[in-house]
């Protein structure tokens, strides 16, 4: 009779809980978004107020496009960047397996935003903002479609290509300025249109046209002034308004409005602008002290960042200058370095600047100088051992074993380069093998992806990196070697050594034809230019693409163009 009972409070439980489930129905969706959209960003309250049950729901039905909003939604809430990448690498694998174009493009455009605002890497940033664009394109989601046109414009300005990024931004701005539908998030959005508009003009030198937009600006951020990150940014540009005007007492106050939130975000870009053009206004104020700390607190936050910007190179040539008229030899040494290195950031990130960034000094007359500037720094140091030497016999005693150890390590130098040039011919005899490999079968989808990112590689020549391998490729298209290279075999009808030299030899070629400052240039550092590491490489692969030697083929240029 007991276990009858108990049976029967167990049965009664379990039709009780069935009831109960079919009364309270799970939460739809678009409840549970609702219950975290309101939360500000970075708050991680939001995946215990809907977000992990979202997430948890779409995973359970394998709804991929839910999964890839979750995931998409999760970006916002985190504030750990690379937990941010972590979520967008999750949203773009789920959106593909949703086929949905608008999903995929969407979660591509998330990961360019995570890799250009959080890690600064513009050129990853890019690749993604491309690729979304491939899927957008034909996309009813204007909004969508509008936010990645955005991004692009936004890499273009940043590039450089100011008059192009500026029919972009305008396009924004009209758009998202008559979004009635999504009044919400278009505010945003038509700020930041608003604000890039205003910066290209700058740029541009028209600064009647930026000031227009700037008080509009100005006027929108007095109604709205929540938007206190948009507000520094207007106030930036202000500040660089009133600069060009004269009005060194308000460019001041605008810049030191803008400042705090720009420190709060940890917007390092925008905070090296200010730091520059304070420099600038100091300077024109005849306040060279304040110029110099200025421009000395923009090389420490590329020294921190290793990231410059075209707009703030003058200050390394301003800091240089500076320690040449004072004769410092160890400090002019530091910013010719740091000068060089800035131009190698640059010609990284911003690879059509090539001929512009070096003004004054181009890299070769700088890498010259620098070397003068060691050579008399050293010069300086044997004086002094000299002396020292002149103690005693013993001295010199060390100093003869000290040559001989130096020619001995000459010897062991030479030798280890004549077999590393034995070994690089082997390799290559190795490379021009016919491959026996079984060929592979890869999906068309992939095959497609990596096409896609081979040329996005050649068009932002990623191939003049230094000591590129396959196996780093492979790893930057994220793909494998095998795949990598029968693809490269297959559609571009070469090995990969082969196709990597054709890419460097022919930009070479093309700067020899069109930069005429690479007509300075030594044999060697056009092979450096161009990721070789090998003089004598560079040369036999340069004869065997273009049939001549690269000393014969400058010097018929220079005799074209009649440079001496």
Not at 172 to 183: Q, V
Not at 373 to 401: D, M, P
Not at 440 to 462: A, S
Not at 472 to 478: D, E, R, T
């Amino acid at each position: 009779m007991k276990l009858f009972n108990k049976f029967l409070v167990l049965f009664s439980f379990l039709v009780l809980g069935l009831v109960w489930e079919k009364a309270v129905p799970e939460k739809d969706y678009n409840s549970l978004r609702q219950q975290y959209l309101s939360l500000q960003e970075n708050d991680r309250a939001a995946f215990d107020n809907g977000l992990d049950a979202f997430i948890t729901k779409a995973t359970k039905e394998k709804n991929y496009e839910m999964m890839a909003q979750g995931f998409d939604d999760a970006l916002f809430f985190i504030n750990d960047k690379n937990q941010k990448l972590n979520y967008a690498n999750k949203a773009i694998k789920t959106a593909l397996l949703s086929k949905n174009k608008d999903t995929i493009g969407n979660a591509y455009l998330r990961k360019g935003i995570v890799y250009y605002y959080n890690f600064r890497q513009f050129k990853k940033a890019l690749n993604e903002y491309l690729l979304a664009y491939r899927y957008l394109e034909d996309s009813k989601n204007r909004v969508l479609t509008y936010q990645n046109l955005y991004h692009i414009a936004e890499m273009k300005a940043y590039l450089g290509y100011n008059e192009e990024a500026l029919l972009l931004f305008k396009k924004c701005l009209d758009f998202f300025g008559n979004d009635d539908k999504n009044a919400e998030s278009s505010s945003k959005d038509y700020l930041n249109s608003l604000h890039q508009t205003i910066v290209c003009l700058q740029k541009l030198d028209r600064f009647k046209e930026a000031d227009t937009y700037l008080d509009k600006a100005l006027h929108l951020i007095v109604k709205n002034p929540s938007q206190k990150l948009q507000k520094s940014y207007f106030f930036k540009s202000k500040g660089i308004s009133e600069l060009e005007k004269g009005h060194y007492k308000k460019t001041q106050e605008y810049f030191e409005e803008a400042l705090p939130e720009l420190i709060l975000h940890d917007d390092f870009i925008n905070i090296s602008i200010i730091h520059f053009y304070q420099g600038l206004l100091f300077e024109k104020s005849d306040r060279k002290i304040l110029a110099l700390e200025s421009f000395k607190k923009v090389d420490s936050i590329f020294n921190k960042h290793q990231f410059v910007l075209p707009e703030v190179r003058p200050a390394f040539e301003y800091l240089l200058e500076n320690e040449q008229n004072n004769m410092d030899v160890k400090k002019e040494l530091y910013y010719t370095k740091q000068l060089l290195k800035a131009d190698e950031n640059l010609n990284g990130n911003f690879q059509y600047l090539s001929g512009k960034i070096h003004k004054e000094y181009d890299k070769h007359s700088l890498e010259v100088q620098q070397q003068l500037l060691i050579q008399k720094e050293t010069r300086t140091f044997y004086v002094f051992l000299f002396t020292v030497i002149l103690l005693g016999i013993s001295v010199i005693f060390c100093i003869y074993r000290l040559l001989e150890h130096r020619n001995s390590k000459r010897e062991y130098i030479a030798l280890n380069n004549q077999l590393q040039k034995m070994k690089n011919e082997l390799n290559s005899i190795k490379n021009s093998a016919p491959d026996t490999k079984p060929k592979l079968h890869i999906p068309d989808e992939v095959t497609q992806q990596i096409l896609l990112r081979l040329e996005i590689f050649e068009k932002e020549k990623g191939f003049l990196q230094k000591g590129l391998t396959q196996q780093k490729l492979a790893s930057q298209l994220q793909t494998n070697v095998n795949y990598l290279s029968q693809v490269i075999n297959e559609h571009k009808g070469t090995h990969f050594n082969k196709y990597l030299g054709t890419l460097r030899i022919s930009y070479i070629t093309d700067q020899l034809h069109n930069n005429k400052v690479f007509l300075k240039y030594s044999v060697e550092t056009l092979a450096q230019e161009c990721g070789i590491a090998s003089r004598q490489n560079f040369s036999d692969l340069f004869f065997d693409i273009n049939g001549v030697r690269p000393t014969d083929f400058i010097r018929t240029l220079k005799q074209q163009y009649q440079i001496v």
